[in-house]
């Protein structure tokens, strides 16, 4: 089923009740299903047709939205990235899943993406204007304004759709793209649904990136599947957040640990009204038990711990009825779990088709309908997932998957680098922290600031080490 088949009959009960809200502006849910078919015709106006390949590189907003759904309306395939990749980063990942178009901001176009994007990829920008007359280059607001002609294909009823390819880490030195069905996505969302137990009634903070594939399920999907109402934020300051709990009467914030530690560290009680707000959802890595005690004391919030991959979904969740602080909760819907060997494996619905161009790969880490997930852990009598460590070779900082290869890969092709050594630290509020060291018979002087400023260019920031060590050898 595609996944704009339940939006467009929620869409039809819910009609003129806000379903987003971004700043001042308010969207219906009857604004938004005509925004999407009307975005859905001038995508196919311009030449975006079924299985193309469409890359979404977007801040939160709207527009995000209305395009993921526009491209599924037409069974195209949406490509969400993070915007703190780096052209380095972005070119590797374009040539590997090849794009017919690429949706992103003015800013975004010129900082980032006009110089690797070729001439054959079509750009559609949300702000600013172009230049006139300039060849595949479109403006969405254009397609929202004039797009609203012709017809659209009937709904697929067809569950292994590709819905979209979202690019992950493994720990092989490079992204990877798991490659996600509209059933994947439906059955991910009714799973989700069922444990958090969301309702119509609801207002949904959207804080953490939309290209994740946890925000994107449930602060997007699942909540407007329910007819709830999502706030969208664009900005991680605390006090903010804060703001916005108290003006929109939040009752339900899905973030990362790292944005619930920063919450904690700078709420003063009685400056900002967050009485609304009962509980929440977090995900993204693993937030302690000491902690997760200590915010419901000092903030009244009960947060959920859930777990799930870029591959699976979020595919488990404490229940609100019975939270196990500590573990990561239960499976969700029709989705199956095991532990070989120390290592959390998963089944069912949710697991991806495999990875785009990786048949190695899908060979090593998907076996008759099992995802070996590289996170190790155990099962209570009671069914409760508990999180023991990694086997991959991956850490989390601030809820970013990093590739420890691809971090050492980059600093071995520093000039002169000869050797080079990680140390992965703990840190309470981004999870972990990655200090460097660097052997090197240098032709010159080195600082830690010369590698940081090499390492800016080829690696989103948080991936930079935060200290790095400069050693010199004789050559």
Known sequence: ???????????????????????????????????????????????????????????????????????????????????????????????????????????????????????????ILTDESLEPGKDGLFELGDLLAKGGTGRLPRFSANNNQIATINYTYRGLGEAIGAVLTHGNYHHGAIGYLRLTKLVTTQRVLLITPMSHIFTLVSCVIVPLLRGATVVIMKSFIPSHIFKAIEDHKIDFVI?????????????????????????????????????NKEIKEEMGIELLQGYGLTETMPIMCNPHSRNKMGSLGVAGHEVKVKIVDGEILIGGPTVMRGYYNKNGENKKYLKDGWFKTGDMGYIDEEGYVYFKGL??????VGGNNVDLTEVKNVL???????????????????????????????????????????????MALYKIPKRILIRMSRG
């Not at 939205?65 to 309306?73: H, K, M, N, Q, V």
Request: charged content about 25%; hydrophobic content about 40%.
């Open 1 to 123: 089923m595609n996944l704009g088949t339940s939006l467009h009959w929620v869409s039809t009960k819910m009609k003129d009740k806000a379903c987003l809200i971004e700043g001042a502006i308010e969207v219906s849910y009857s604004e938004l299903w005509k925004n999407i078919e009307t975005l859905a015709k001038g995508f196919l106006k311009i030449g975006i047709k079924e299985n193309d390949k469409a890359v979404i590189i977007l801040p939160n907003c709207k527009e995000f939205i209305y395009s993921f759904y526009g491209l599924a309306r037409i069974n195209a395939i949406s490509v969400p990235l993070n915007t703190y990749l780096t052209s380095y980063e972005l070119d590797k990942i374009f040539k590997d899943c090849d794009p017919k178009v690429i949706i992103t901001t003015y800013q975004l176009y010129k900082k980032k993406i006009s110089a690797i994007s070729n001439k054959n990829i079509l750009i």
């Open 255 to 291: 973030a990362v640990p790292t944005i619930y530690i920063s919450l904690l560290k700078n709420y003063k009680k009685g400056r900002f009204d967050i009485s609304s707000l009962k509980y929440g959802i977090t995900g993204g890595s693993y937030l302690s038990e000491s902690l």
């Open 391 to 396: 086997k991959k070779d991956i850490i989390k």
């Open 412 to 458: 071995n092709s520093f000039p002169g680098a000869r050797n080079v050594r990680l140390d992965i630290v703990g840190d309470e509020l981004w999870g972990h922290r990655i200090h460097a060291e660097i052997t090197g018979p240098f032709k010159k002087e080195v600082t830690d600031k010369d590698v940081k400023a090499f390492c800016s260019e080829r």
